[in-house]
C-alpha cells in the first residue's frame, strides 16, 4: 500500500469512527430517556400498588369492624322481659294488679 492509499484510509476510517462515536451518543441518549421514564412508572406502580393496599386494608377494617359489631350486639343489646305472666285464678283469694 501506497502512502495517499494509507492515508485515505485512515480519514475513512476517522471519519467512520465519528460516525459511530455520534451513534453511540445518540443511544446513551436514548436509554437515559427510557431510564427516567422507567423510574416514573415505576414510581407510578408504586403508588397504584400502596393505593389499592390502602383500600384493601380499609375494606377489611370495616369487615372487621362489622364482624366485631355482630359479635357484640347479641351481649350489649337489649333484652326484652318475658312478659307471658302465668293466669291468676280467683279461687285463690288474689287481687288481681
Not at 10 to 28: I, K, T, Y
Not at 38 to 61: G, P, W
Amino acid at each position: 500500500m501506497r502512502l495517499p492509499e494509507v492515508q485515505q484510509l485512515v480519514r475513512s476510517l476517522a471519519v467512520e469512527n465519528e460516525s459511530l462515536h455520534e451513534e453511540m451518543r445518540e443511544l446513551q441518549r436514548a436509554c437515559s430517556e427510557l431510564s427516567k421514564e422507567n423510574d416514573k412508572l415505576e414510581t407510578r406502580i408504586v403508588e397504584q400498588s400502596n393505593s389499592r393496599n390502602e383500600a384493601t386494608l380499609k375494606e377489611q377494617k370495616g369487615k372487621q369492624q362489622q364482624l366485631d359489631q355482630q359479635q357484640q350486639s347479641p351481649h350489649d343489646s337489649f333484652a326484652l322481659p318475658d312478659l307471658n305472666l302465668p293466669a291468676q285464678d280467683g279461687a285463690d283469694g288474689s287481687v288481681p294488679c
